[in-house]
């Protein structure tokens, strides 16, 4: 499992390249309820690249606050890459952020279901370019879950700027 510190370490290397270029990031998290933006607004300086964090755990918020639609979620389910997708533009526009990360899943212990078993969480990386989504298959409790979506998706961003 992910310990504090290579999370911690993610975190400063994504800030390192963002504060490189001169870009900033923003998060729309459902399973993870902030993590993200806790691990990332944790490393000193993080107030000059990290723009905003929302935590839309609810159907209702991820229409109202990131313009998710609900025709969308009805069809693909929260725990989806198109919702995922909707979730990164959406915390773009909120946030005017270049970088933006969303994740939604089912950390669990309960909520699976056999087309989407506890485990299974949908990261998704945008730049002003290109979104990506892929969908993940973690093992563990709730916490070990929640730990890997945050390290994997910082991780993942990282990467992706590294690359640009």
């Keep these: ?6 999370i911690d370490a993610l975190s400063a290397g994504l800030g390192a390249a963002l504060s490189k270029i001169g870009e900033q990031v923003a998060c ?68 005017g952020a270049r970088f933006a990360i969303a994740v939604s899943g089912v950390a669990g212990p309960s909520g699976g279901t056999k087309e989407k078993p506890v485990g299974t969480v949908c990261i ?14 973690f093992n563990g409790s709730r916490d070990e879950v929640r730990r890997h979506t945050v390290c994997a998706a910082l991780q993942g961003l990282l990467h992706l700027i590294e690359g640009v």
């Excluded at 499992?1 to 290579?6: A, G, K």
Aim: overall charge negative.
């Design 28 to 95: 729309a998290e459902s399973c993870t309820g902030g993590g993200i933006s806790e691990a990332i607004s944790r490393t000193p300086g993080s107030s000059a690249w990290f723009e905003l964090g929302i935590v839309s755990y609810s159907n209702t918020q991820k229409t109202a606050r990131l313009n998710v639609s609900t025709a969308l979620l009805e069809q693909q389910g929260a725990v989806s890459e198109p919702v995922v997708a909707a979730m990164l533009r959406g915390v773009q526009k909120l946030s």
């Design 124 to 137: 998704g990386l945008a730049d002003d370019d290109a979104i990506h989504t892929h969908t993940h298959h």
């Design 1 to 6: 499992m992910p310990t504090t510190e290579i």
